[in-house]
């Protein structure tokens, strides 16, 4: 009986993720000669920039340092800083250089999201603006960004997600495994959705939309994922969020492992959220629509869950083949032990080798071999956080601390 039991459950995980696995090899396509390009346009949109705050006074002076070295217009850009909770100079440190503050102490914010909704509603009135962009106050961003978001506004798009690249790779394995991670997701997702005619995600940070259509259907999210509650709001309202490579934000990745299990339950825990809450009507999204973001994001929020029946699955399979097969007369059950356990070992080496890929090819190669080698460990340490996620969830936002105060100029010559 129980081998009836794993053996459904290892199909059923296999088909997970057969569909990721064959929708990713789409990514490929972008070495081709018929490439998803936004072309460049004259400077034409006046933007907003979003950044919600809270204690940031050793970064934030930088972002928005990187923010007046656009590549664009002065005029056509207009900072606005949402100081939450802060109890140190941000708000102080942001006016004095030119920024816009949203006084946010009239409202209840609990996190990031609640912070972003009070400024949306707070510039409705605001005709001159043609679209917000978004980012954390730990970023800088590379001179082109906002004026690759007009490109992209240009072109008809109406929401726009960036590359996000880190600001501090090589600190340790762990920054430079969350470096590995959104690569992985830049390269084999968002590249791929573009040649699906699916949608990015919308990622944390270095994200655009048009006012007209905030201003229409709100930023009104109450999960502990603000960034794919939206993003599940975008592919119901069948608003598809292309992805510009070439807008480049840094973020700063958190440096200990403390940090590192607050920040992942938190997203497990809005994965979770978010499944409950928009399950059914993301799936009956695709069934009416069949638009791959509604399916992608159904599956996606089942990751949690499905990492969970994996590992025991994958515990069963191992124990089963280790200690009870009979290989001499094996049966299906001792098969598919031995095709486990031989995924497993195959498994590891091929993820060094498509991790070592993906930082070629966004240059971080050099420096980056621990991170490499240390990515299963990782992973590996997802699966205590999806568990604690299934019997504690995570209600309160922790604050992550930054302090890696860098130069766009220091950080793009990989200084840091």
Not at 32 to 53: D, E, M, R, S, W
Not at 118 to 139: C, E, M, P
Not at 207 to 234: G, H, N, V
Not at 243 to 265: C, G, L, M, N, P
Request: charged share 20%.
């Amino acid at each position: 009986m129980l081998g009836i039991i794993f053996s459904t459950f290892a199909v059923i995980l296999a088909v997970y993720g057969a569909y990721f696995l064959l929708t990713s090899l789409f990514c490929f396509r972008d070495f081709g000669k018929n490439k998803f390009t936004i072309g460049n346009h004259q400077p034409k949109h006046k933007f907003g920039i979003l950044v919600a705050a809270r204690n940031e006074e050793d970064v934030i002076h930088l972002l928005i340092d990187s923010i007046h070295k656009q590549n664009y217009p002065k005029e056509l850009i207009e900072i606005f800083v949402i100081p939450n909770n802060c109890t140190d100079k941000t708000e102080e440190i942001s006016a004095g250089l030119g920024a816009t503050i949203i006084d946010c102490t009239t409202r209840a914010c609990k996190s990031k999201g609640d912070a972003m909704d009070h400024a949306f509603k707070s510039l409705v009135g605001r005709t001159d603006i043609d679209a917000y962009i978004n980012f954390d106050a730990d970023n800088v961003v590379d001179k082109n960004f906002v004026r690759r978001m007009n490109d992209a506004l240009c072109e008809g798009h109406v929401v726009a997600q960036g590359f996000r690249d880190a600001k501090n790779p090589k600190d340790n394995y762990l920054t430079g495994s969350y470096t590995i991670y959104f690569y992985l997701q830049n390269f084999f997702i968002s590249t791929s959705r573009m040649y699906l005619r699916g949608s990015a995600a919308i990622n944390g940070t270095g994200w655009m939309i048009t006012k007209e259509a905030i201003d229409k259907y709100k930023y009104e999210t109450t999960t502990m994922t603000d960034d794919l509650e939206f993003t599940s709001q975008c592919a119901i309202n069948k608003l598809k969020i292309v992805f510009v490579k070439d807008a480049i934000t840094y973020d700063e990745h958190v440096t200990t492992f403390k940090a590192s299990w607050y920040q992942r339950r938190r997203w497990s825990t809005g994965a979770l959220q978010n499944l409950r809450k928009y399950y059914f009507k993301l799936f009956w999204s695709f069934v009416k629509t069949r638009n791959i973001a509604s399916l992608d994001l159904t599956l996606f929020f089942m990751a949690p869950i499905m990492q969970v029946v994996g590992i025991v699955t994958g515990i069963f399979f191992f124990v089963n083949g280790i200690i009870l097969a009979d290989f001499s007369s094996p049966n299906l059950l001792d098969i598919l032990s031995a095709f486990h356990i031989g995924g497993i070992l195959s498994g590891l080496l091929v993820g060094f080798l498509v991790n070592f890929f993906v930082c070629k090819c966004y240059g971080q190669r050099n420096g980056m071999v621990k991170a490499m080698l240390l990515f299963p460990w990782f992973t590996i340490t997802w699966i205590p956080i999806n568990l604690s996620c299934f019997f504690n969830k995570a209600t309160k936002w922790h604050p992550i601390p930054h302090t890696t105060a860098v130069p766009i100029e220091k950080v793009q010559n990989g200084e840091k």
